[in-house]
């Protein structure tokens, strides 16, 4: 799905010259008599419920990971972890997933030493029951990766499953991400690195909780130097010229642990529920041998910048032009005596319908823009470098805009990193003023990006140089009613819905794929509204607003209560939920565009029938111009007119501020319930 | 739009020039383009059989690609293990002119493990090329060919696999040796006009000239009324171990004598275990609940699809070892402990899923997808579902009730009915009371029963987390500003009948504008299953998967200075798919009594009802929303 060169060729490296040994029993601290393996202490075999959640149906005891550097000889430097786990389960019925356990192996990763033991309590003493190798599955899921799966033998509310396994890996310029928290409560959590003092990682601590401990020691171990490379290996292992046969290093031990956790539930309106686990990250930023220069990798963005701008998988892309020069020659008529601006939109337009899409989210080309120009299909970064470049040939200042989406997390801006970005769209400045498109998606507009890409912020690689842009959409709704009861109750009328912005382009994919589907889906979430006529307009021009009209007739939106009628303002378009039901939200709300709904309900009136009770006009606001709400209903001579303006004014709310949504909301629900009576005139 | 009768294309597959008899041009004109996806030009299917042991299999397809929605019928998809071997495979694409655009050869296609997530280990591959051009149309000619020594398994012939799909020209050949004869199972086919030739050594069939089918609501599934031809050689080859099935019977001798025999001893302390549990116990049901919740307690389910090509059950001194085994190991289990308990069992197989679908009675074959465990008594049979450690012994609701299933017997396997759920089984009670107060707010005393089919709906509601039932109820009957006081539920599992006892407060549930007051009597309102269009243009019969037996009755507890202006009306509607029944009526004493049944009934009915069915639901949804007017003084 990413880039299908490796990260580790975009990071040249040259394997040390020294051979590493690494003394492991002589690192770390005293193991503590219950995180050895294979002993469940008594203790965690009789405990009934878990003293951070007494409701958990499982909990993690330990989930450690113990990291070391170490060098092969002939092969090169090697991350070598030590995983350890274990769980309690405490309700066997509601926990039994997790003794199904499954890691992936990636390149070419090894794993050994692995070892799995279920303990239970049998009269008074614990048993435990370790399974072989036979019960221990592989399977190659793909040519990159292959995964490994085993399952606990007997487990019974109170047992205590346990794992341990050595993984081996040649990937030294991350480390990976450990989590400290699951689902379930954590007991006790450490992650522990040895680092050699060759290198040196930036590390990336997340989520709400601050770590009970955080030790560093320091310490040293002695290196060997071998005497040759291996014959798979080019390179020469030079020995010192004093004839010294090893030399000690410098060594630097983390250890981070985290302590009584409580379970991670997921919740609504978050993009991606990792950017808030307790969870750490290394990724190297420099290496440095004695007596050689000092290899830089990650560690500014501006660092950053360059390397993207220096690859020819990105910033090189930007220097191919010619491949366009036909092109150019018959688009000259169209774009000759435009604006900027109407340039900006002829070319994007051009390659968002021209150019299709094969779903691959990536910052890097596959194939080159030449090729997909050539093909009319691509990757993200393909279309969207193809974009630029012709951009830039039309006189444009247009440049490329890397960012991650949401699955992949969001940008820690304080730990620098490659690995963060995965994701290329386009970026265009005229006259002061910004404008980002993404013209791999063939429904979004100029500032109205997808989804995914809504992700906080981006940087826009220049030249020379980056800048930081906020990445939000905005989402306008206008919806226009015209209609008229009779004096039976029958409600009747058009409805007319003007979209722009963000909220276009989920709903214009849509149309292209299953027109017939949104039709069903609008009148499921009306059910019981006869609907006719359905209009779209502007299905695939994005300038536009996106249009959908219908005529409709209702019979039981007003009730006939002996002589009287009782109407909602809104009829069937009000909010009848609130979004925000729980309390105490800990995560921040996630929208990703600002949003504004603006409603106008007209209501002619039956004969022989006069307002008893109008409900009354209210505004609402939020502080700090965090959003507002208006509501008023005014009464003409034969018919009634309901305005509702809503507008939440920033794309993501901060955890206390989401307090102040749900009472906006609460107070807005209530509102919009409230009806018109009508009584018949004597 | 005009139709126009498109003639019989004769495509030869050796013919490069394939795509061009394949007038996309013509065809983008025709009906088979309208609301279609794609369009198979051709395909073919041939089985070569050298003996019972031995078939190749080719598969040719010819499709033109019409929009995104329409590319997976593009795709080739080749699943393997390893007793199948691909013998070739390759696909070409073409523009709408008939153009060759892109080559792809077997060294071009993915291949990766076809291991289901919650599977322990499965040995099973797929080799599949999913990729193609960006404009539309285009056209994709593919082919495969394996070979496979497993004789008993063959692909189902289903032509009209998918909704919006034309199908000009779909065959199935198969060449065999004149002696070797063939189970087989047809279904649909006249109503599609399949034409069928059968000689001493091949058999084929024919579909031509299939508009596309659009989808409607409520219909029933596609392969129940859509062509479909299976097969299976009465002499087969399955893992290297030959059968000949010939009869039920045979089906039933065989899986007796090359899957379970020899799987059920026991180790000493698993015999110790049940005979102390059911010691003293006379009652053969007792015993069989006894030993059922002794298996749920111990075991836990896992997938795990090894040897004979997955349908030989674990050992069941292994499951009794390792505490955990998939269905087929969890019923021969289950049926060895309950041997020990001088209970006779026998192990059954099932197609499970919400919708029934039978074992193929004139289909002589191995079928189904899922083992059960049937117990019968002198008067009527208990099914057991072993998978799942919190269901009630017996109880097969909603997974594999109603429908054939294969049951295996010493002597032979028979076809047998499982246990149907009616409408009078499925019950739900909602019964309490409600005050309304001076300020609007409403206190709700609820007690909810679920009998049968609604048992398994709620049931789970008892591994809930305080917080998660608070959302639930939230969620259920959205009320605005609700607090949940107390809940407590019951379960139990000897009549199927779980209870919820509920009580919460709603704020501002009433409406005051001025000095009326309205409210709606019908509070806890479930009304989202009732989902209807507006087309009622039906083509198929429609299929109402769930019935519904649901009673609602409240006390309401009207406050002092309310006064009665106007009640709702009382309603009562039938028809043969239903009945509906309202009514909301004063008592003394200040309060009123509200009540409303609903009776949906199960079933296939006539595409020409579905108006008056769906004029029954508008009714209902429209008479649920009825208020009470109250004046205040």
Same mark, same amino acid.
């Given at each position: 799905?990413?880039?299908?060169?490796?990260?580790?060729?975009?990071?040249?490296?040259?394997?040390?010259?020294?051979?590493?040994?690494?003394?492991?029993?002589?690192?770390?601290?005293?193991?503590?008599?219950?995180?050895?393996?294979?002993?469940?202490?008594?203790?965690?075999?009789?405990?009934?419920?878990?003293?951070?959640?007494?409701?958990?149906?499982?909990?993690?005891?330990?989930?450690?990971?113990?990291?070391?550097?170490?060098?092969?000889?002939?092969?090169?430097?090697?991350?070598?972890?030590?995983?350890?786990?274990?769980?309690?389960?405490?309700?066997?019925?509601?926990?039994?997933?997790?003794?199904?356990?499954?890691?992936?192996?990636?390149?070419?990763?090894?794993?050994?030493?692995?070892?799995?033991?279920?303990?239970?309590?049998?009269?008074?003493?614990?048993?435990?029951?370790?399974?072989?190798?036979?019960?221990?599955?592989?399977?190659?899921?793909?040519?990159?990766?292959?995964?490994?799966?085993?399952?606990?033998?007997?487990?019974?509310?109170?047992?205590?499953?346990?794992?341990?396994?050595?993984?081996?890996?040649?990937?030294?310029?991350?480390?990976?991400?450990?989590?400290?928290?699951?689902?379930?409560?954590?007991?006790?959590?450490?992650?522990?690195?040895?680092?050699?003092?060759?290198?040196?990682?930036?590390?990336?601590?997340?989520?709400?909780?601050?770590?009970?401990?955080?030790?560093?020691?320091?310490?040293?171990?002695?290196?060997?130097?071998?005497?040759?490379?291996?014959?798979?290996?080019?390179?020469?292992?030079?020995?010192?010229?004093?004839?010294?046969?090893?030399?000690?290093?410098?060594?630097?031990?983390?250890?981070?642990?985290?302590?009584?956790?409580?379970?991670?539930?997921?919740?609504?309106?978050?993009?991606?529920?990792?950017?808030?686990?307790?969870?750490?990250?290394?990724?190297?930023?420099?290496?440095?041998?004695?007596?050689?220069?000092?290899?830089?990798?990650?560690?500014?963005?501006?660092?950053?910048?360059?390397?993207?701008?220096?690859?020819?998988? @990105?910033?090189?892309?930007?220097? !191919? &032009? =010619?491949? #366009?020069?036909?092109?150019? /020659?018959?688009?000259?008529?169209?774009?000759? +005596?435009?604006?900027?601006?109407?340039?900006?939109?002829?070319?994007?337009?051009?390659?968002?319908?021209?150019?299709?899409?094969?779903?691959?989210?990536?910052?890097?080309?596959?194939?080159?823009?030449?090729?997909?120009?050539?093909?009319?299909?691509?990757?993200?970064?393909?279309?969207?470098? @193809?974009?630029?470049?012709?951009? !830039? &040939? =039309?006189? #444009?200042?247009?440049?490329? /805009?890397?960012?991650?989406?949401?699955?992949? +997390?969001?940008?820690?801006?304080?730990?620098?990193?490659?690995?963060?970005?995965?994701?290329?769209?386009?970026?265009?400045?005229?006259?002061?003023?910004?404008?980002?498109?993404?013209?791999?998606?063939?429904?979004?507009?100029?500032?109205?990006?997808?989804?995914?890409?809504?992700?906080?912020?981006?940087?826009?690689?220049?030249?020379?140089?980056?800048?930081?842009?906020?990445?939000?959409?905005?989402?306008?709704?206008?919806?226009?009613?015209?209609?008229?009861?009779?004096?039976?109750?029958?409600?009747?009328?058009?409805?007319?819905?003007?979209?722009?912005?963000?909220?276009?382009?989920?709903?214009?994919?849509?149309?292209?794929?299953?027109?017939?589907?949104?039709?069903?889906?609008?009148?499921?979430?009306?059910?019981?509204?006869?609907?006719?006529?359905?209009?779209?307009?502007?299905?695939?021009?994005?300038?536009?607003?996106?249009?959908?009209?219908?005529?409709?007739?209702?019979?039981?939106?007003?009730?006939?209560?002996?002589?009287?009628?009782?109407?909602?303002?809104?009829?069937?378009?009000?909010?009848?939920?609130?979004?925000?039901?729980?309390?105490?939200?800990?995560?921040?709300?996630?929208?990703?565009?600002?949003?504004?709904?603006?409603?106008?309900?007209?209501?002619?009136?039956?004969?022989?029938?006069?307002?008893?009770?109008?409900?009354?006009?209210?505004?609402?606001?939020?502080?700090?111009?965090?959003?507002?709400?208006?509501?008023?209903?005014?009464?003409?001579?034969?018919?009634?007119?309901?305005?509702?303006?809503?507008?939440?004014?920033?794309?993501?709310?901060?955890?206390?501020?989401?307090?102040?949504?749900?009472?906006?909301?609460?107070?807005?629900?209530?509102?919009?319930?409230?009806?018109?009576?009508?009584?018949?005139?004597? | 739009?005009?139709?126009?009768?498109?003639?019989?294309?004769?495509?030869?597959?050796?013919?490069?020039?394939?795509?061009?008899?394949?007038?996309?041009?013509?065809?983008?004109?025709?009906?088979?383009?309208?609301?279609?996806?794609?369009?198979?030009?051709?395909?073919?299917?041939?089985?070569?059989?050298?003996?019972?042991?031995?078939?190749?299999?080719?598969?040719?397809?010819?499709?033109?690609?019409?929009?995104?929605?329409?590319?997976?019928?593009?795709?080739?998809?080749?699943?393997?293990?390893?007793?199948?071997?691909?013998?070739?495979?390759?696909?070409?694409?073409?523009?709408?002119?008939?153009?060759?655009?892109?080559?792809?050869?077997?060294?071009?296609?993915?291949?990766?493990?076809?291991?289901?997530?919650?599977?322990?280990?499965?040995?099973?591959?797929?080799?599949?090329?999913?990729?193609?051009?960006?404009?539309?149309?285009?056209?994709?000619?593919?082919?495969?060919?394996?070979?496979?020594?497993?004789?008993?398994?063959?692909?189902?012939?289903?032509?009209?696999?998918?909704?919006?799909?034309?199908?000009?020209?779909?065959?199935?050949?198969?060449?065999?040796?004149?002696?070797?004869?063939?189970?087989?199972?047809?279904?649909?086919?006249?109503?599609?006009?399949?034409?069928?030739?059968?000689?001493?050594?091949?058999?084929?069939?024919?579909?031509?000239?299939?508009?596309?089918?659009?989808?409607?609501?409520?219909?029933?599934?596609?392969?129940?009324?859509?062509?479909?031809?299976?097969?299976?050689?009465?002499?087969?080859?399955?893992?290297?171990?030959?059968?000949?099935?010939?009869?039920?019977?045979?089906?039933?001798?065989?899986?007796?004598?090359?899957?379970?025999?020899?799987?059920?001893?026991?180790?000493?302390?698993?015999?110790?275990?049940?005979?102390?549990?059911?010691?003293?116990?006379?009652?053969?049901?007792?015993?069989?609940?006894?030993?059922?919740?002794?298996?749920?307690?111990?075991?836990?389910?896992?997938?795990?699809?090894?040897?004979?090509?997955?349908?030989?059950?674990?050992?069941?001194?292994?499951?009794?070892?390792?505490?955990?085994?998939?269905?087929?190991?969890?019923?021969?289990?289950?049926?060895?402990?309950?041997?020990?308990?001088?209970?006779?069992?026998?192990?059954?197989?099932?197609?499970?899923?919400?919708?029934?679908?039978?074992?193929?009675?004139?289909?002589?074959?191995?079928?189904?997808?899922?083992?059960?465990?049937?117990?019968?008594?002198?008067?009527?049979?208990?099914?057991?579902?072993?998978?799942?450690?919190?269901?009630?012994?017996?109880?097969?609701?909603?997974?594999?009730?109603?429908?054939?299933?294969?049951?295996?017997?010493?002597?032979?396997?028979?076809?047998?009915?499982?246990?149907?759920?009616?409408?009078?089984?499925?019950?739900?009670?909602?019964?309490?009371?409600?005050?309304?107060?001076?300020?609007?707010?409403?206190?709700?005393?609820?007690?909810?029963?679920?009998?049968?089919?609604?048992?398994?709906?709620?049931?789970?509601?008892?591994?809930?987390?305080?917080?998660?039932?608070?959302?639930?109820?939230?969620?259920?009957?959205?009320?605005?500003?609700?607090?949940?006081?107390?809940?407590?539920?019951?379960?139990?599992?000897?009549?199927?009948?779980?209870?919820?006892?509920?009580?919460?407060?709603?704020?501002?549930?009433?409406?005051?504008?001025?000095?009326?007051?309205?409210?709606?009597?019908?509070?806890?309102?479930?009304?989202?299953?009732?989902?209807?269009?507006?087309?009622?243009?039906?083509?198929?019969?429609?299929?109402?998967?769930?019935?519904?037996?649901?009673?609602?009755?409240?006390?309401?507890?009207?406050?002092?200075?309310?006064?009665?202006?106007?009640?709702?009306?009382?309603?009562?509607?039938?028809?043969?798919?239903?009945?509906?029944?309202?009514?909301?009526?004063?008592?003394?004493?200040?309060?009123?009594?509200?009540?409303?049944?609903?009776?949906?009934?199960?079933?296939?009915?006539?595409?020409?009802?579905?108006?008056?069915?769906?004029?029954?639901?508008?009714?209902?949804?429209?008479?649920?929303?009825?208020?009470?007017?109250?004046?205040?003084?």
């Amino acid at each position: 799905m990413t880039s299908s060169t490796s990260y580790l060729k975009r990071i040249k490296f040259y394997a040390p010259l020294i051979l590493l040994f690494f003394c492991f029993t002589s690192v770390g601290n005293a193991q503590k008599s219950n995180s050895k393996f294979g002993e469940a202490v008594l203790d965690e075999l009789k405990k009934k419920n878990s003293s951070i959640g007494p409701e958990a149906d499982a909990e993690y005891l330990l989930n450690n990971c113990w990291t070391k550097l170490s060098y092969e000889p002939g092969l090169g430097w090697r991350r070598r972890m030590i995983i350890h786990k274990k769980i309690k389960i405490y309700s066997k019925e509601d926990a039994s997933a997790w003794a199904n356990v499954i890691f992936s192996l990636y390149g070419k990763d090894t794993y050994s030493s692995l070892k799995v033991v279920t303990h239970n309590l049998v009269d008074g003493k614990s048993v435990s029951e370790q399974i072989s190798k036979k019960d221990i599955f592989r399977e190659k899921v793909t040519e990159e990766k292959e995964n490994v799966r085993f399952t606990f033998p007997n487990v019974k509310d109170g047992s205590v499953i346990e794992w341990k396994y050595e993984l081996m890996s040649e990937n030294i310029f991350s480390l990976g991400t450990w989590y400290f928290q699951y689902s379930i409560p954590v007991v006790h959590s450490s992650y522990k690195v040895s680092i050699p003092s060759y290198f040196n990682y930036q590390s990336r601590l997340i989520g709400f909780d601050k770590p009970s401990d955080k030790i560093v020691d320091y310490g040293s171990d002695v290196i060997y130097f071998g005497t040759t490379g291996s014959s798979n290996n080019t390179r020469t292992i030079k020995k010192p010229k004093d004839g010294s046969t090893r030399s000690s290093i410098d060594t630097k031990t983390i250890k981070i642990i985290y302590k009584d956790v409580e379970a991670l539930k997921r919740e609504q309106f978050v993009f991606n529920i990792n950017n808030y686990r307790n969870s750490i990250r290394f990724e190297l930023e420099s290496y440095k041998e004695p007596n050689k220069d000092q290899q830089d990798f990650t560690s500014t963005w501006a660092s950053i910048a360059v390397i993207l701008m220096k690859d020819k998988e @990105l910033g090189l892309q930007l220097r !191919r &032009k =010619a491949f #366009l020069k036909d092109f150019f /020659l018959e688009m000259n008529p169209e774009l000759k +005596g435009k604006s900027d601006k109407d340039k900006m939109r002829i070319l994007f337009d051009y390659v968002r319908t021209n150019m299709k899409w094969n779903n691959n989210r990536s910052k890097y080309v596959d194939e080159g823009i030449k090729k997909a120009f050539e093909d009319r299909i691509g990757n993200s970064a393909e279309i969207n470098l @193809l974009l630029i470049n012709m951009l !830039r &040939k =039309a006189g #444009l200042e247009a440049n490329p /805009l890397v960012l991650s989406t949401t699955d992949n +997390g969001a940008i820690i801006n304080e730990c620098p990193s490659i690995l963060q970005l995965n994701y290329l769209i386009t970026a265009v400045e005229i006259d002061g003023k910004t404008y980002l498109m993404d013209a791999a998606h063939k429904y979004s507009n100029i500032n109205a990006l997808p989804f995914y890409c809504l992700n906080y912020t981006g940087f826009v690689l220049y030249e020379k140089g980056f800048k930081e842009v906020d990445l939000s959409s905005k989402s306008v709704e206008r919806i226009k009613i015209i209609s008229k009861v009779d004096a039976d109750g029958l409600l009747s009328g058009s409805f007319q819905k003007m979209e722009f912005g963000h909220a276009t382009i989920e709903d214009r994919s849509q149309l292209e794929s299953d027109e017939d589907e949104l039709v069903e889906v609008i009148k499921e979430m009306h059910e019981g509204i006869v609907k006719d006529s359905f209009e779209f307009v502007n299905k695939t021009n994005v300038k536009q607003p996106l249009l959908t009209n219908y005529l409709f007739e209702d019979e039981t939106n007003i009730q006939k209560i002996g002589d009287r009628l009782f109407i909602n303002p809104l009829l069937y378009i009000g909010q009848d939920e609130n979004p925000f039901k729980k309390e105490g939200r800990k995560f921040p709300v996630e929208i990703g565009s600002s949003i504004q709904e603006n409603y106008n309900v007209s209501l002619e009136l039956p004969e022989g029938y006069t307002v008893e009770y109008l409900p009354q006009a209210i505004k609402l606001e939020l502080p700090d111009n965090l959003g507002s709400y208006y509501f008023a209903v005014s009464e003409g001579d034969t018919s009634i007119n309901a305005i509702r303006k809503l507008s939440l004014n920033r794309p993501i709310y901060s955890a206390a501020e989401a307090a102040g949504l749900r009472e906006l909301f609460l107070r807005i629900v209530e509102v919009e319930a409230e009806k018109i009576i009508l009584s018949k005139v004597e | 739009m005009k139709t126009i009768l498109y003639p019989l294309i004769f495509i030869s597959f050796v013919n490069k020039n394939l795509a061009q008899s394949c007038n996309v041009i013509e065809l983008l004109v025709s009906d088979y383009s309208v609301h279609a996806d794609a369009i198979v030009c051709s395909e073919t299917t041939e089985l070569q059989f050298s003996n019972r042991n031995n078939v190749v299999i080719t598969k040719r397809k010819s499709v033109i690609i019409l929009n995104d929605a329409g590319r997976r019928h593009g795709h080739t998809v080749v699943f393997y293990d390893k007793n199948k071997k691909i013998k070739k495979a390759s696909a070409r694409f073409y523009n709408k002119f008939g153009k060759e655009t892109k080559k792809i050869t077997k060294k071009d296609f993915k291949d990766q493990s076809a291991i289901n997530d919650f599977s322990l280990y499965e040995d099973s591959r797929v080799l599949y090329y999913d990729g193609g051009p960006a404009d539309y149309p285009y056209i994709v000619e593919y082919e495969y060919s394996y070979e496979t020594s497993n004789t008993l398994y063959l692909p189902t012939w289903n032509p009209i696999s998918s909704y919006n799909l034309s199908v000009l020209e779909s065959n199935l050949i198969i060449n065999f040796p004149a002696d070797m004869t063939f189970n087989k199972s047809e279904s649909n086919l006249e109503d599609f006009e399949v034409s069928i030739s059968e000689t001493i050594d091949q058999l084929s069939y024919s579909l031509t000239a299939a508009m596309p089918i659009k989808e409607e609501r409520y219909s029933m599934p596609l392969s129940s009324f859509g062509p479909r031809v299976k097969l299976s050689p009465t002499n087969f080859s399955h893992e290297g171990i030959n059968g000949e099935f010939k009869s039920w019977k045979d089906v039933g001798e065989w899986i007796e004598e090359e899957l379970l025999i020899g799987q059920d001893q026991l180790p000493a302390d698993a015999i110790s275990d049940i005979k102390l549990l059911t010691k003293g116990v006379t009652d053969d049901r007792e015993k069989v609940r006894l030993v059922y919740e002794y298996m749920q307690k111990k075991c836990r389910y896992i997938s795990v699809q090894i040897g004979i090509g997955g349908w030989k059950p674990m050992h069941a001194a292994d499951v009794h070892r390792l505490s955990y085994g998939d269905c087929k190991a969890l019923v021969n289990y289950t049926k060895a402990l309950l041997n020990v308990a001088d209970v006779p069992s026998y192990y059954t197989i099932v197609y499970a899923g919400s919708v029934p679908v039978d074992i193929d009675s004139s289909f002589t074959s191995l079928q189904g997808n899922h083992a059960i465990l049937q117990v019968p008594f002198e008067k009527d049979t208990m099914w057991l579902e072993c998978t799942n450690d919190k269901a009630a012994p017996g109880y097969i609701s909603g997974f594999t009730d109603d429908r054939d299933v294969l049951v295996v017997y010493p002597e032979g396997g028979t076809i047998i009915h499982t246990k149907k759920y009616t409408e009078v089984d499925n019950r739900k009670r909602v019964d309490g009371t409600m005050q309304i107060s001076e300020d609007g707010s409403l206190a709700i005393d609820a007690i909810i029963e679920s009998k049968g089919a609604q048992y398994g709906a709620v049931k789970w509601l008892n591994s809930l987390k305080e917080d998660e039932i608070d959302k639930y109820y939230k969620n259920l009957w959205n009320l605005p500003g609700v607090e949940i006081g107390s809940v407590n539920f019951s379960d139990n599992r000897t009549d199927e009948l779980f209870t919820e006892k509920l009580k919460m407060k709603v704020r501002a549930y009433v409406q005051k504008m001025g000095n009326l007051v309205m409210f709606r009597p019908y509070v806890l309102r479930l009304d989202e299953d009732f989902n209807t269009t507006t087309s009622l243009e039906k083509k198929y019969d429609f299929f109402l998967e769930e019935g519904r037996n649901t009673m609602d009755e409240f006390i309401i507890e009207i406050p002092e200075g309310f006064e009665l202006e106007d009640l709702p009306k009382a309603l009562e509607l039938e028809h043969n798919f239903g009945k509906y029944t309202y009514s909301c009526s004063p008592l003394e004493g200040n309060r009123l009594q509200f009540r409303r049944t609903l009776f949906l009934k199960k079933g296939r009915y006539d595409k020409a009802d579905y108006y008056t069915y769906a004029d029954f639901i508008k009714s209902i949804n429209k008479n649920d929303e009825q208020y009470l007017l109250f004046k205040k003084n």
